[in-house]
């Protein structure tokens, strides 16, 4: 039940994560082609899609730990399903959190405002990228995954 119960959670916070990067990196981008100036509300949109993003990995992380679908014993990697989310998830999400974080600080301490949205906009679509790649959509065959 408590499975069934984070593994939900986890999949209908994704959605969350999505709309705010998404919101960000447009935002950002709207600023630096604009040359517009970077407001408390470019700042918000960035720092609730850095929340949402870090939510999304404890919930991951408490999952990679009693998941059916990870284990750590000789034959993962023969295992398409089993490699996907052992390693292949796990280590990709990592990744796209990490840029994205890695983005928030450094734009925070940018001086110029082209410079905090030009920051912003690259390492969060980065990071989203990644993350889509890494997400077990229902048309990836084989995964489990579902749209909610």
Do not use: C
Request: net charge positive; hydrophobic share 50%.
């Amino acid at each position: 039940m408590f499975y069934q119960v984070l593994q939900h959670l986890h999949s209908v916070n994704r959605w969350f994560v999505l709309v705010f990067i998404i919101l960000a990196i447009i935002a950002a981008f709207q600023g630096w082609s604009g040359k517009k100036a970077y407001t408390e509300g470019d700042r918000k949109k960035a720092l609730f899609a850095l929340i949402f993003t870090h939510v999304q990995f404890i919930l991951g992380l408490i999952l990679y730990f009693i998941s059916p679908y990870v284990s750590h014993q000789s034959g993962v990697m023969k295992d398409k399903l089993l490699r996907f989310y052992t390693v292949e998830h796990f280590s990709m999400m990592l990744i796209a959190i990490i840029l994205i974080t890695i983005g928030y600080s450094v734009a925070k301490r940018r001086k110029t405002d082209l410079s905090k949205f030009k920051t912003t906009a690259i390492y969060y679509l980065i990071g989203l990228i990644i993350m889509l790649a890494s997400i077990p959509w229902p048309f990836r065959e084989g995964l489990g995954g579902g749209w909610y």
